[in-house]
């Protein structure tokens, strides 16, 4: 672990910008139809209990990073192959990113840039934030932050400015059921982007402040949550079902279509800034998470010396991943969700709290006299 | 306050002794033979011509020799001619019978009448006041010597700054010599918490520098990290108060000025009010100030001076500027050689048909005119000034003209270039200007080789590297990231004086933040505005 | 340490320089096209029509001198898909076809009416440098490569010229329609509504229009013309509407601007022009017997610009008179214009949707036969209230003091 304090505010930016990471740019619940909002608004829900879980964890060790607790929990040898399975998971995801990221560059504006190239030059640059270490990841994403909610603000200007948002397309609000829509968001959107939170737990520790960790998580995943939704409704209020559907980036289309004064036209650049804060901050939380649990759990004493080989080996990831973007979005689609976020975001977190409870009720209830004799002591003198 | 003094007193005085320790042991005397102390000051000053030694004979029966020494040009002539050497030829306590052993105090006592006098029986100290404008009286057959505070000699007068010029403010700048500038700052700051710590550094040229601060203000933490860090300095030369900022900077690996340097006496007094520490330095009207953020680069005095609405829009302005002077070129690149969608078609055309017969790619383009840019530029900061007005010509001439009429550069990108040009001019701190235009130069080539990403990348590196700057400790980009609201009002806006509550959190002094009491804002007199009023009379000044 | 971050930095730089700058194109390395037209060949295979911009003749004009010179270049090419045209017209010419600043495309008559447009566009929807806003026109009555082809006066590039143009007609007259790639394709896909495109057309000696000549006279030979509205069914060309079919048409569809209204008073024909300055058509569908039915309302406001007739506008029974006249008439068009468009079998109005918005349930079951069997049948209920705000700077006609006069 790094000696280092981020403060409360920088976590909720971080945790904002995280989630809005790479999420803003697909069809997010794009089966959702016109009611593709109020999926991600009940998916939001059921990330918030997901919270609830990871927050419980790290209240029965405040003081150590996932990596770390797992070993406490399950005890050296299984809690290590645990440990070492959820950096492997982290450096997926964080290829993952990169991969969505370069691909999506390449499609917009590079068609004939080499996919190694992008994600090489990206790759680059999270390896040098990564050295820096936390504080500074926090402090950059203040700032991005700042700058995320400019363009936000700027770009639904412009949208209302053009004249495009038809309210009308976001009719039949429910055109799939209630039913579906809970099954949809806790079986798909659930997982991403909300449940990614779950890497959070090898950054709670750092916080000067964690009594505040409850608002903040919760906060932090409701204006997530609420951004989310309310672009994905823009997205369809603009371009109707059928056309967010059928592209690889609503948003994207979105922002080509906006048309003011004759003038701002073609602001796919605004889209490709917004791409890459979101996915710089992704792939930056993912890769130091990566980097800080292999030095935790291989007691590496300069974690920043292990930026370059794991930042190698996610690039190496991420162009071998899939062969094709179709390929690579229907794992993410299909196969992801049920075989790796469902039992890393819900079923080992959950097993381990149940495990956490039942050690600690023992150990508490020790910790509980021991309270009381020294606070006896205390008042003795 | 006097308990101040005293600690302060006491504090040199722990540094004096911890210098002294460090110091070789071996100390030389000074002889008790005036002769042989002659032989000694010819010898380690190679028998310099400026070296005046002049000798006096006081007292009668037995004559006692007395030696005057001192440096030509250093001195100030009338109090050498006037307060010493007269005094001591005239003086009727000097004719009389003076017993050897005590001359010394019959001149300190009774004759010299100057200011500062005081004995040394080292040769190392005596040399340091030697030469650096003392005169020094020796007397035969005692082993001390006299030294005299004559320090004066030819400086440069008190003028107006050249750099961080203002229309509204005083006009004073700095000068070369640190007790004129220290002075001036007194003059400002009438408090005796304006507390200033002097040493000498440069193992050959034994520079003054001195760091003054406002007691209870400033941090400690940052005071004795500045005391620290200026300790470690083992240089033969200070020649510029630039040889220590590149000795105590935080991080040598930056394009940025992580220490702000000023010529105006009212910037630094605005900058130990906050809690800043400012470094003087002998010989350089140039004074630094740590620790310096982002933002205070892009502030002028002049700011506080303004009402707040006019020094926050020209603090926008200057953000503004400041980044058409990274990007400009940069943009341009891109937009023309791999983002040609963005333009809008009419401009388009237009920039197409000027590029139409330029032979060179867009990026070698920007390049070639930045760097001839730069070599205009440079070239009329070194030249005599007489050669400034063919210097314009010639580059207007060759640039402006006859490389558009060639067709080798397009008029496009003269405009560019013109305008980023502008623009590092406009940007209030020279050393942030320095930086962008480094910088600038890294975007245009990540423009040139993949466009907007290059250019993204190149921006989210450059947020990063701002964001992992320190100065002092304090976080450069502060109070932006990490983000404090009361310290916002501060950075690119400008609150109205009378809403100036607190110091910065970061850089004063934690139990001292307050700056100004309640209720300051000004009100409109009773009688006047849209209330109703009890008063049946107005003030007399209704229209 | 230092050894490793010089081999890395050496290789970076060796990776970025060697390969080059992929996706790098110098401005004078690109042809900029700005409009495509396409016909069909009697063989049946597409025939493309490139517009590309000579930006030096153009540039040159807008700084005064120029015009000698003609300020497009024209490149045609034969192909069985539009790729394939865009492939073998880069056979002709020296440089890269850039098609970001494409602001039209035209279609010939006969490729919309024989072979429809739903096979065109992916190849424009799909590529990310073709803009989305590009305005889509179809050429009645000529080929599509004549309007390309065609030369202008004022406005240098001919893109730009119907562009303007139908946008003027549509805010002074609607009689035309602008309509962009993403809005046709996106009426195509959806199930309840048809795409209008605006037809265009070159009026008089169609062997002049590319020729330099043409935009030498005052008075040019070939000048381009907007001319009604196309309908679509099935993505096929089935019908023009013109005049006040085309008014009735964007009247329902909430899209006139200003647009001026003539109404016949007293046996003198068009006697009253009024402009109207603001409108609002509201569509509203409502369930009745499990049918349903359009509600549609509209409200205008605008000036009366031309009285040629002896009205006393100085009075108010006058202008409700006028009033009660304009909304009887623009009830009118809009009713001729529905029950066109149903004889039609073409949804132009998107009537569709709004069921399909208000009353899903209903739209489930009827969604497949929409178009030939519920649309057709559907019932509409149009109620305009027309309300005249100012007469301009006079009140009472001259023409009443002369008819005193006469008295």
Redo the contacts between chains.
Sequence with gaps: MEKAKI?G??LFVLIFLFEMGSALLVPLAGEGKQGAWLVILIAMIGGILLFFVYYALFQYYPNQILTEFVRSILGNFLGRIVAFLYILYFMYLAARVLRDFGET?L????????LF??N???I??VI??VR?GIE?????S???F?LENVLFLTFILLTIVSGMIHL?NL??V??INGVEMVKMAFSKTIFFPFGELIVFLMIFPYLNEPQRLKKIGVGGLALSGIFLSFTMAVNIAV??V??TLRSQYPLL?LI??I?VA??L?????YF??KL??GG?IKITVFTYVAVTGTANVFNVKQPSRLAYPVGFVILLVSIVIASSYSEHIQEGLSAVPVYIHLPFQVIIPLLLLIIAYFKNRKKSNKHQQHKTELKGGVEGK | MVSFFKQKRQMKQRDAKKEDQGQSKTVDYIESSLSANMEIVKQKTGDSPDIIIRTLKISQDPEIKTTIVYVQGLIDNPSVTDFLIESIMKNPHLSEKILPQKALEVITEDVVSLGGVATVNDWEKLFLSLLSGDSIIFVDGINTALVASTKGGERRSIQEPSTHLTVRGSREGFTESNVTNIAMLRRIINSPDLWIESMKIGTVTKTDVSIMYINGIVKKEIVEEVKKRLKRINIDSILESGYIEQLIEDQVMTPFPTLNHTERPDMVAGNLLEGRVAIFVNGTPFVLVAPALFVQFFQSVEDYYNRFDIATATRFLRIIVFIISVVGPALYVAATTFHQEMIPTKLLVIVAAQRETVPLPAVIEALLMEITFEILREASLRMPKAVGSTMSIVGALVIGQAAVQAGIVSPAMVIIVSITAIASFATPSYSIAISARLVRFAFILCAGIIGFYGMILAFIILIVHLCSLRSFGVPYMSPLAPLNTQGLGDTFFRRPMWAFKERPKLISSKNNLKREGENQRPLPPESRGMKTSTERKGDGNES | MNRKRLVLLLMLMGTTFTSGCWDKTELNEMAIVSAVGIDKNEAGRLVGTFQIINPVNVAGSLQGGGGTNPSISIYRATGDNVLELDSNASTKISRDMYFAHANLVVIGEDVAKEMGINSIFDAFERSPEFRATTRIVIARGVKAKDLVETLTAIDKVSAEKVIKTIESTEKQQGGSITINLQEVIKNLVSSGKEPLISGFTVRGNTNKESKIENTQTSNMAANPNAVGIGVFKDGKLIDWLDGNQAKGTMWVLDRIVNTNVNIDWEGKKDAVTYQVLRQKTNVKPKMKNGKPKMYITVRAEGDIREVNAPIDLASPHGSIDIEKKLAKDIKKDMEDAIKLAQKNKSDIFGFGELIHETHPAYWKKHEKDWDDVTFPKLEAEVQVEVFIRRTGIRNKPYLLDIKKGDQ
């Design positions: 403060s505010y920088q560059l499609t917009v504006a590079y068609p004939h840039v080499p190239f992008a090489a030059a990206f680059l640059v040098y934030t820096k500074v990841l926090a402090r950059t203040e700032l991005f700042v009308n009719k039949p429910l055109e371009l109707g059928d056309l289309t080509q279509s048309e004759g003038f036209e073609r602001l796919d650049v490709l800034l890459m804060i710089f």
